[in-house]
């Protein structure tokens, strides 16, 4: 208990500290304010941020870039990394991962901010074709290597997605696409899948109602490299 209470006064007091540097507008301040603390109280500033942003839509920019700074100086908290699994977190944070080329980089079960961002049962159906969009730009290859990256159960990003987000509606066509892509782009370094994670896929699958023709059973076969039929004859 005293311990828990030691740890919500660290976070109050780094907060503080931040404020207060933020406060001073002197940059090198501000990042020795997040700098001199650890992860659980730099974690708890950079919630700080973000929900400041989003209350004052009109320096949001101005909370975002204060992030960024600090993560690109002296990195990105691992705990941080499983709650950015929507896309109003992932935006706001996208300048603090592109500045410290964080895109890879995982928490204590493995995961990358794409594994959380795709497996987040709480959105219908995850940003593929933002995450499209962003692989188009320049200095994409840590993106590339997160959407690669296997957790500790061995899945990738897009397996989180079939394991723990599945649905049986049909996707938007160009959410579609950009998932297709998205399969395309992990698959440029000619690795191969796990086919033994399919086992994962068919507990699924036999919860769900599917036709033989559906997208979510081609995207299936597509990303094991197998026959329709051996998907859809697993359910």
């Known amino acids: 208990m005293a311990s828990t209470q030691q740890n919500s006064d660290s976070q109050e007091q780094a907060v503080a500290d931040l404020i207060l540097a933020i406060k001073s507008k002197d940059l090198e301040k501000i990042c020795n304010a997040y700098h001199k603390h650890d992860d659980t109280a730099r974690a708890a500033q950079l919630k700080f941020c973000f929900e400041t942003a989003n209350s004052q839509p009109n320096n949001y920019e101005h909370y975002q870039n204060i992030a960024a700074q600090c993560v690109a100086a002296h990195g990105l908290p691992s705990g941080v990394i499983a709650g950015l699994n929507n896309t109003d977190r992932v935006t706001f944070f996208m300048p603090a991962l592109q500045a410290s080329e964080t895109f890879a980089q995982t928490n204590h079960q493995g995961n990358t901010f794409l594994h959380a961002l795709f497996a987040n049962p709480e959105h219908a159906l995850p940003p593929f074709n933002y ?54 782009a992990e698959r440029a370094d000619k690795s191969q899948p796990d086919i033994r994670n399919i086992k994962h896929v068919k507990s699924i699958l036999q919860k769900l109602t599917f036709d033989k023709n559906s997208q979510q059973l081609l995207v299936i076969a597509s990303y094991y490299q197998t026959p329709v039929e051996s998907i859809y004859n697993l359910h």
């Open 131 to 184: 995450i499209r969009s962003l692989l188009l730009f320049e200095r994409n290859e840590a993106l590339v290597q997160a959407l690669r990256s296997r957790n500790q159960h061995s899945l990738t990003p897009i397996e989180c997605y079939f394991v723990y987000n599945l649905r049986a509606a049909a996707m938007p066509e160009h959410e579609l696409t950009a998932l297709f892509a998205l399969i395309e």
